[in-house]
Nanobody
Framework: VQLQASGGGLVQPGGSLRLSCAAS????????MGWYRQAPGKRRELAAA???????NYADSVKGRFSISRDNAKNTVALQMNSLKPEDTAVYYC???????????????WGQGTQVTVSS
């Protein structure tokens, strides 16, 4: 199972970015997908997650500004980030947990990380 993330970049405060991630492999089902982020000198933290049934979970710091969505048929997850702040600057990692393949259940799996920089 591999995760490929894209969509990071440099944006001014108040701007928007959309991150996308696609999981590939002999995947039957993915229980949960999400985005974690790690700022310089800080621990990796959950930004947002979504279950296969569409239940979402957001860090308090991003509620009302970020929106996570997924396409179960395509094994993709996206993170729409609006009203970005300098403190959102971090490397964002795509995550998939509870991944069912023909070999059974595995994970978590991580994408390669994509840099998001919010600066004027």
């Amino acid at each position: 199972v591999q995760l490929q993330a894209s969509g990071g970049g440099l944006v001014q405060p108040g701007g928007s970015l959309r991150l996308s991630c696609a999981a590939s492999g002999s995947i039957l089902r993915i229980n949960a997908m999400g985005w974690y982020r790690q700022a310089p000198g800080k621990r990796r933290e959950l930004a947002a997650a979504i279950t296969s049934g569409g239940v979402t979970n957001y860090a308090d710091s991003v509620k009302g500004r970020f929106s996570i969505s997924r396409d179960n048929a395509k094994n993709t997850v996206a993170l729409q980030m609006n009203s970005l702040k300098p403190e959102d600057t971090a490397v964002y990692y795509c995550n998939a947990g509870g991944v069912w393949t023909v070999q059974g259940i595995g994970g978590p799996y991580w994408g390669q990380g994509t840099q998001v920089t919010v600066s004027s």
